[in-house]
């Protein structure tokens, strides 16, 4: 199971995805730059133990209505020519040195490990403490093959999607209420 650091971060993951964020496709703009803010996530373990992968879930209100972000993200200690197009940027972490930070859907570890999640190969684990798994998070299979994944990157309360299988996370909006949508779909 993975451990989680308690140490610093610069630039801090928010502050990275501040930059990043406004250039997707699916930004909903504001007024204002993101005014982020941690909402909810999970981590799944890579079974080489190189690759951190957490499905960070973010909060927007910027827009004023606090729009939820699904924002899967990988660290490694290299980079990673075949996830260039994914790289969010790079930050140093306190006990780890330099991390180069992914859009997970670029990074074939991430996505091989959200497929194994899915059929039940492995657990989620939770986001901030180590060796500790989540069971919050859910996870449905029709059974088929799997195939590809989707992640759904603005992920709404309570909308079910098709495919062969889904991811369910919780987060929290701004007014402090909780939320759970499909923050993945298997294709």
């Known amino acids: 199971m993975a451990t989680i650091h308690r140490t610093t971060l610069a630039p801090t993951k928010l502050e990275l995805l501040t930059g990043w964020l406004p250039l997707q496709p699916w930004y909903r703009p504001g007024a204002t730059a993101p005014r982020l803010a941690r909402a909810g996530g999970f981590r799944l373990d890579d079974p080489a133990g190189e690759v951190g992968i957490e499905f960070l879930l973010v909060t927007d209100d910027a827009a004023g209505e606090g729009s939820a972000y699904s924002t899967p993200l990988t660290y490694r200690g290299a980079p990673l020519e075949e996830a260039a ?32 999640f899915v059929t039940g190969a492995v657990q989620a684990q939770h986001q901030s403490q180590s060796d500790t798994l989540d069971p919050t998070v859910g996870r449905t299979r ?33 007014d402090g209420s909780t939320a759970r949508g499909v923050v993945a779909v298997v294709r």
């Open 85 to 116: 197009a994914g790289l969010i940027g790079t930050l140093e972490h306190g006990v780890l040195g330099t991390r180069w930070v992914y859009d997970a859907e670029h990074d074939p570890v991430a996505v091989a490990q959200l497929l194994a």
């Open 142 to 174: 029709d059974g088929g093959a799997a195939g590809t994944v989707e992640l759904v990157r603005l992920p709404e309360p309570g909308v079910r999607a098709g495919g062969r299988g889904s991811v369910e996370a919780d987060w929290t909006r701004p």
